[in-house]
């Protein structure tokens, strides 16, 4: 306590019965200047609470955004195979034997009639020499029969013959003739084995593989060399289970990779109705438009799949779909740059993409980074997503 009777108090000073404020001497009394303090005090702990409460506004944070544009829908997707021939046949022989030539190898161009190999002839040669001789003994048989028979027409007639010896003359130069053309059918078969020695190729071609060599017995139907036609080429691939209706429907080229530039148009030719038991796909082959000697068998070609939509979809990515149980929204910031969680329509998802088909609009600006860490009406600062 002063002098005066003041009593000093946090830092400022004040009396109980008089005290000097502002140079001038003020008297209050006590009861009165307890209840001045209190209050005085109390409204500043309330202001400091409100000052401590009061809510803070949040930064910008940086989001990547995308601009939304339609388009029309095109699926498209490129599949890696092989180019084969469309027709490939494996040649054999109709006769067994042992091989004695085998004028082509593989990669030999041939054409219809030129001979693939050739068989020893020997044993096939005496088999035409015996159905000749038996030809030779049934034509003497029935000439023997038919003789026969005219004679004892005649004594038949003269009644020198009774019926029945006639009628075995008959049966027997029935037989006789019969016998005859069973070896005219023997001594054919013998002629076309004799020619079954020579394997020849059925179509202009390529042979592509060969399976036996000079000195070789081989089986009736063993394959001796592989013949790929000239009739086309085809681009050989795998197709998954998404693809395999859309195959039909869609437009497809081919490029090699040897020739990247090239593009050739291809056609849909055959689609397997079952599926490869270990890698669950279906094989495809496609009839290539105008291959020539440029495309090689084997080469390794690229079929590009291309099929359009049903209407204009704007493909978003993956990541810019937010799914909280209500169905897929995205992130829109708006024109005072805030984030409104939009609900879209989705088409269907691609490996990368979501295909939208409603609930933005051209040009909006569609959160593609971290959705699930934002709030709706979050305050952005935009980054173009590169």
């Given at each position: ?67 939304v544009t339609y388009a029309e829908d095109v699926m498209t997707r ?84 009774t019926t029945a010896d006639f009628d075995r003359k008959q049966l ?215």
């Amino acid at each position: 306590m002063s002098a005066d009777g003041a009593r000093t108090h946090g830092g400022g000073c004040f009396s109980i019965g008089s005290g000097r404020i502002g140079g001038a001497i003020v008297t209050l009394a006590p009861t009165r200047v307890r209840n001045t303090v209190l209050i005085v005090l109390a409204a500043a702990a309330l202001a400091a609470c409100q000052a401590e409460t009061a809510p803070l506004e949040r930064p910008a944070r940086p989001v990547q955004v995308a601009s939304v544009t339609y388009a029309e829908d095109v699926m498209t997707r490129d599949f890696v195979g092989v180019i084969a021939p469309r027709t490939e046949t494996d040649l054999a022989f109709r006769v067994a034997g042992k091989v004695v030539s085998r004028p082509v190898g593989v990669g030999d161009r041939v054409k219809a009639g030129d001979v693939i190999a050739k068989l020893d002839a020997e044993d096939l040669s005496l088999q035409l020499q015996s159905a000749e001789a038996e030809l030779a003994a049934a034509t003497s048989s029935l000439a023997q029969a038919t003789a026969d028979l005219e004679r004892f027409d005649a004594l038949k007639e003269q009644g020198h013959a009774t019926t029945a010896d006639f009628d075995r003359k008959q049966l027997a130069r029935d037989e006789a003739s019969a016998r005859l053309e069973r070896a005219t059918r023997s001594l054919e078969l013998a002629r076309r084995q004799v020619g079954y020695a020579e394997l020849r190729a059925d179509a202009d071609g390529v042979i592509t593989a060969a399976a036996a060599e000079p000195g070789q017995v081989v089986a009736v139907g063993q394959p001796i060399a592989t013949l790929a036609h000239l009739d086309g080429k085809e681009a050989v691939v795998a197709l998954p289970e998404d693809w395999y209706a859309v195959a039909r429907e869609a437009e497809a080229t081919v490029s090699l990779w040897a020739n990247g530039d090239r593009v050739l148009q291809a056609t849909l030719r055959e689609l397997s109705p079952d599926a490869d038991p270990t890698t669950r796909t279906y094989r495809a082959r496609f009839l290539i438009d105008r291959a020539d000697d440029a495309v090689a068998l084997g080469m390794t070609a690229t079929v590009t799949l291309t099929k359009a939509g049903n209407g204009p979809v704007a493909r978003l990515p993956l990541a810019a779909v937010l799914n909280t149980g209500k169905g897929p929204s995205v992130y829109v910031v708006d024109a005072s740059s805030r984030l409104s969680l939009t609900p879209v329509t989705v088409a269907s998802f691609t490996g990368e993409s979501a295909l939208v088909t409603g609930g933005v609009s051209d040009g909006d600006k569609v959160v593609t980074l971290g959705v699930q860490k934002l709030l709706d009406g979050e305050p952005v600062r935009t980054i173009e997503q590169p």
